[in-house]
């Protein structure tokens, strides 16, 4: 894998002649994005490891009002996605939106220290969430400028890669804490908040300000491009991955249903249980740069919807008759396996089926579809799971979500092929 992290212009570089065969496939851009994600991520991770003990057993919620913070802790990002592509794309500062997000979660972990009660903590998890939101974005609509076309893929999949690192090691870091200061939950909050604030440091200091739209972002014999319409998330290119997306989307139930479906299916102890998300992250991470690069070679829109086989083999894997060990560790690298091939891919595509002023919108749009798509899955699988216990609602899931990549299969063939040129 060759990644440079050499001092590059921002320049867009779909149009012939722009000279994008003699740039890196991965350059300064995307390294710095994914190390502030890594560093974010420890953040996030550390704290969502302990946050279902620390809320119960030290801050002493009901388990009713814990479910409110965590169906909050989920969802609030989904429903600030567009607005924070929107903000990105009318000011045409996607690092100053993305640094606003960052920053945003950063205060709210100095405020989880002190907040109390179920409504100032949801307060807190809001503010967070909702700078997660304002962030992803813009984040990725950076990455989608500053790489050639023809390497987006392999970008997306080593951002994915750093950011997963981060998402593994925050988790560890979180129970290591805690081993050697049992009960110490506010020195991960406090190891936590020194993570965030790295992350939003590295990116006002070093993080390169990239700009869609600009002179230099089209390049200095074009004109700028035209600011945001809304109109231009209608394009006609766009639509067709939105609705194979969402439809996906409502039959991805979240990983929580399949880590308790492995624990009903093996008998595991439930202490492994945090050690389910390490497990599915470093699959993940060992995964993304390669699926990413594969994605540039077969078509990103054809590796999105077959990645799905993946999460309908993680469903049967976790409740199919087979040993403990070899159900466990097939789930998590087949759930990691699906995330590499979706999570960056479709970033990657949806920045390039809109016009380069509507990048980050369009990025946001497909990312809040999908996520709202889920969480309305997980929601109906809940219900699914009390009708008709684990197995049979994981299988069932498991055959329609089969169906569906098969039909969607043959939804997205121009996809591929439909990145606009300027």
Same mark, same amino acid.
């Given at each position: 894998?060759?990644?440079?992290?050499?001092?590059?212009?921002?320049?867009?570089?779909?149009?012939?002649?722009?000279?994008?065969?003699?740039?890196?496939?991965?350059?300064?851009?995307?390294?710095?994005?994914?190390?502030?994600?890594?560093?974010?991520?420890?953040?996030?991770?550390?704290?969502?490891?302990?946050?279902?003990?620390?809320?119960?057993?030290?801050?002493?919620?009901?388990?009713?009002?814990?479910?409110?913070?965590?169906?909050?802790?989920?969802?609030?990002?989904?429903?600030?996605?567009?607005?924070?592509?929107?903000?990105?794309?009318?000011?045409?500062?996607?690092?100053?939106?993305?640094?606003?997000?960052?920053?945003?979660?950063?205060?709210?972990?100095?405020?989880?220290?002190?907040?109390?009660?179920?409504?100032?903590?949801?307060?807190?998890?809001?503010?967070?969430?909702?700078?997660?939101?304002?962030?992803?974005?813009?984040?990725?609509?950076?990455?989608?400028?500053?790489?050639?076309?023809?390497?987006?893929?392999?970008?997306?999949?080593?951002?994915?890669?750093?950011?997963?690192?981060?998402?593994?090691?925050?988790?560890?870091?979180?129970?290591?804490?805690?081993?050697?200061?049992?009960? @110490?939950?506010?020195?991960?909050? $406090?190891?936590?908040?020194?993570? /965030?604030? %790295?992350? +939003?440091?590295? =990116?006002? *200091? #070093? !993080?390169?300000?990239?700009?869609?739209?600009?002179?230099?972002?089209?390049?200095?014999?074009?004109?700028?491009?035209?600011?945001?319409?809304?109109?231009?998330?209608?394009?006609r290119r766009l639509r067709p991955l939105l609705v194979v997306a969402g439809t996906?989307?409502?039959?991805?139930?979240?990983?929580?249903?399949?880590?308790?479906?492995?624990?009903?299916?093996?008998?595991?102890?439930?202490?492994?249980?945090?050690?389910?998300?390490?497990?599915?992250?470093?699959?993940?991470?060992?995964?993304?740069?390669?699926?990413?690069?594969?994605?540039?070679?077969?078509?990103?829109?054809?590796?999105?919807?077959?990645?799905?086989?993946?999460?309908? @083999?993680?469903?049967?894997?976790? $409740?199919?008759?087979?040993?403990? /060990?070899? %159900?466990? +560790?097939?789930? =998590?690298? *087949? #759930? !990691?396996?699906?995330?590499?091939?979706?999570?960056?891919?479709?970033?990657?595509?949806?920045?390039?089926?809109?016009?380069?002023?509507?990048?980050?919108?369009?990025?946001?749009?497909?990312?809040?579809?999908?996520?709202?798509?889920?969480?309305?899955?997980?929601?109906?699988?809940?219900?699914l799971w009390w009708l008709l216990g684990p197995a049979v609602a994981m299988a069932?899931?498991?055959?329609?979500?089969?169906?569906?990549?098969?039909?969607?299969?043959?939804?997205?063939?121009?996809?591929?092929?439909?990145?606009?040129?300027?």
């Open positions: 894998m060759y990644i440079s992290v050499r001092d590059r212009p921002t320049s867009d570089t779909r149009g012939a002649g722009s000279g994008s065969a003699a740039r890196p496939p991965v350059g300064r851009v995307v390294i710095i994005l994914g190390v502030v994600s890594l560093l974010t991520d420890v953040s996030s991770e550390s704290v969502s490891a302990i946050l279902p003990l620390y809320l119960t057993a030290v801050v002493g919620l009901s388990p009713v009002a814990y479910g409110l913070i965590d169906g909050l802790y989920q969802g609030v990002s989904a429903l600030v996605r567009l607005g924070g592509g929107w903000l990105a794309d009318a000011t045409d500062r996607p690092k100053w939106v993305a640094f606003l997000g960052y920053g945003l979660s950063a205060v709210a972990r100095v405020f989880l220290l002190f907040a109390s009660g179920a409504a100032g903590i949801a307060a807190v998890v809001t503010a967070d969430r909702i700078g997660k939101g304002i962030r992803t974005a813009p984040r990725d609509a950076m990455i989608s400028t500053s790489t050639p076309s023809e390497h987006l893929g392999r970008a997306f999949g080593v951002h994915r890669m750093l950011d997963t690192i981060g998402a593994a090691l925050g988790p560890l870091i979180a129970f290591g804490l805690l081993a050697l200061v049992p009960g @110490g939950y506010s020195v991960v909050l $406090v190891v936590s908040l020194a993570f /965030a604030l %790295a992350g +939003v440091a590295l =990116l006002g *200091l #070093l !993080g390169p300000d990239v700009r869609s739209r600009s002179r230099e972002a089209a390049g200095a014999s074009r004109p700028s491009a035209p600011p945001f319409r809304w109109r231009d998330l209608a394009d996906l989307g409502l039959l991805t139930v979240g990983d929580g249903f399949i880590y308790l479906a492995l624990l009903d299916h093996g008998g595991l102890n439930v202490t492994w249980f945090p050690l389910f998300y390490v497990g599915t992250n470093v699959a993940y991470l060992l995964l993304a740069v390669p699926v990413g690069r594969l994605a540039d070679r077969i078509g990103r829109a054809r590796t999105l919807v077959v990645g799905h086989l993946s999460l309908v @083999g993680a469903y049967l894997c976790s $409740v199919l008759p087979s040993s403990t /060990a070899v %159900a466990t +560790v097939g789930t =998590l690298l *087949l #759930l !990691g396996t699906f995330y590499a091939a979706t999570d960056g891919v479709i970033a990657a595509i949806a920045g390039r089926l809109v016009p380069v002023q509507a990048r980050t919108s369009g990025i946001a749009a497909a990312q809040t579809v999908v996520a709202v798509a889920r969480m309305l899955a997980s929601a109906g699988f809940g219900l069932a899931v498991a055959a329609v979500l089969a169906v569906a990549v098969l039909v969607a299969a043959t939804r997205v063939r121009s996809l591929d092929v439909a990145e606009l040129t300027p």
